[in-house]
């Protein structure tokens, strides 16, 4: 595990209240999404209830949240209630209309003196605007006692002045999205932790198009692996990981359920004709030349902040003229 000092704990941590108050004990980590892309959550539990063991933590997914999905937890057994939506909303194909409400981990042993973290992983639909801040209702059940975490200020009340307040995650514009996770350097490469992402591109597609095909090369120097789950770019409604095959001489292309794995030491490229990424729902067209702000979301490293080159329609590789224009009914991705 990570070492980490004290000081940077609780300054990651720390939440303002007014004099006499204490600060609130269940924190998202992630404290920043950006709506129409994948959000992990990393529920932080700080303390138990009166020097008494945590043994039960929920989460209310709220309304506009969409797909969550909880990552197990040894030692702790996990739960889901399921529900409809208020309006359908759309996901990676299709809409989607109902999804986890409330996830629940319960069964272990966390003690008052020790944090854990609990994680789940979910989209922010469109729902929500640059500003507007989702909250994510918590409960804490100890041995004996309990704290509720779902507070949620009125508007314009600061949420500092509540007594137990929702963790809440304030939405930003895409490409506003703080780069504390991952160092860009000149050469086109990104630092996410053990990661490092080289040259994320895609092509520009013409007029009228709904998909379009997104590659970058991915290295993990770690000692654990990672999986790549998603991406997102603001002009696009969805966007996920899609293999490509020959089957005697027919073009395949499948989904890749549950993400992308990187295993350690390995260097996985995706690129045209192989695995790559699949962006549908296009709003505008990307367009040669104007570079397009966008997010990876990773298993471990989280949400990476990336920008993908635009080449010309057909090319190769980023920096190549475009080739020959395909058949009709070829896929282009």
Not at 278 to 305: C, D, Q, W, Y
Not at 315 to 321: D, E, G, I, V
């Amino acid at each position: 595990m990570k070492r980490i000092l004290w000081s940077e704990l609780a300054a990651a941590l720390l939440v303002t209240l007014p004099t006499g108050a204490a600060f609130s004990h269940a924190t998202m980590e992630r404290k920043e999404a950006s709506a129409n892309a994948s959000y992990r959550g990393v529920l932080q539990v700080t303390h138990g209830c009166n020097g008494e063991p945590t043994n039960r933590v929920s989460v209310t997914i709220p309304e506009g949240v969409i797909g969550a999905k909880p990552m197990p937890k040894p030692g702790w057994s996990v739960t889901t209630e399921r529900g409809p939506y208020a309006k359908p909303y759309p996901y990676y194909h299709g809409d989607i209309s109902n999804g986890v409400k409330t996830i629940t981990w319960s069964g272990g042993q966390l003690p008052d003196d020790q944090v854990d973290e609990f994680t789940f992983l979910a989209r922010i639909s469109d729902a929500f605007a640059p500003g507007e801040t989702v909250y994510f209702p918590v409960e804490q059940d100890c041995t004996n006692g309990n704290h509720r975490w779902r507070d949620i200020p009125a508007p314009g009340q600061d949420a500092h002045a509540l007594k137990s307040p929702a963790p809440g995650v304030t939405i930003v514009a895409a490409q506003a999205l703080a780069p504390s996770r991952a160092a860009s350097s000149s050469s086109g490469q990104n630092k996410a932790g053990d990661l490092t992402i080289d040259t994320p591109w895609m092509r520009a597609t013409p007029g009228g198009a709904t998909v379009a095909g997104g590659y970058v090369r991915i290295s993990n120097t770690g000692k654990l692996a990672d999986k790549l789950i998603s991406a997102s770019i603001p002009i696009a409604a969805s966007g996920s990981i899609h293999s490509m095959t020959m089957d005697g001489g027919v073009m395949k292309m499948a989904v890749v359920e549950g993400g992308l794995v990187l295993k350690p030491g390995e260097t996985v490229e995706l690129k045209p004709g192989s695995y790559h990424l699949m962006f549908e729902g296009l709003k505008a067209s990307p367009k040669v030349g104007e570079p397009i702000s966008g997010n990876l979301v990773f298993e471990r490293a989280g949400t990476v902040p990336v920008t993908f080159a635009v080449a010309p329609i057909g090319a190769r590789a980023p920096n190549a003229p475009a080739a020959s224009e395909p058949a009709a009914g070829q896929h282009q991705h």
